[in-house]
Nanobody, 126 residues
Framework: QVQLVESGGGSVQTGGSLRLSCVAS????????MGWFRQAPGKEREFVAA????????DYTDSVKGRFTISRDNAANTVFLQMNSLKPEDTADYFC???????????????????WGQGTQVTVSS
């Protein structure tokens, strides 16, 4: 089993920045693929970003490219999501997810991931 705990959410104004963290514990060798998803009120959960174990490959949804950066510190079993130039449409609960394999055609799908955190709330006001 893998446990994931997110932190770093909060309330910011448009144009502000936040850095989300997700700490993994347990069978961390099962966290080759780490992803961030978000779910806004009344909407389905959507893919935000993902990263391989080495960090050599990252993927982003189009709406966050150039603004968000995913990274990881394997020594600390932590994955980060640096969010800059935040917009009101970025308001959502953000979830960290993990899977043992990084399959580029599947990482965009939430049902691909085996482990999930409890989420952290991000609110961006105009």
């Amino acid at each position: 089993q893998v446990q994931l705990v997110e932190s770093g959410g909060g309330s910011v104004q448009t144009g502000g920045s936040l850095r989300l963290s997700c700490v993994a514990s347990g069978r961390t060798f099962s966290t080759s693929a780490m992803g961030w998803f978000r779910q806004a009120p009344g909407k389905e959960r959507e893919f935000v970003a993902a990263i391989t174990r080495t960090g050599s490959i990252t993927d982003y949804t189009d709406s966050v490219k150039g603004r968000f950066t995913i990274s990881r510190d394997n020594a600390a079993n932590t994955v980060f999501l640096q969010m800059n130039s935040l917009k009101p449409e970025d308001t959502a609960d953000y979830f960290c997810a993990a899977n043992s394999i990084y399959t580029r055609t599947s990482i965009y799908q939430d049902d691909y991931y085996s482990y999930w955190g409890q989420g952290t709330q991000v609110t961006v006001s105009s």
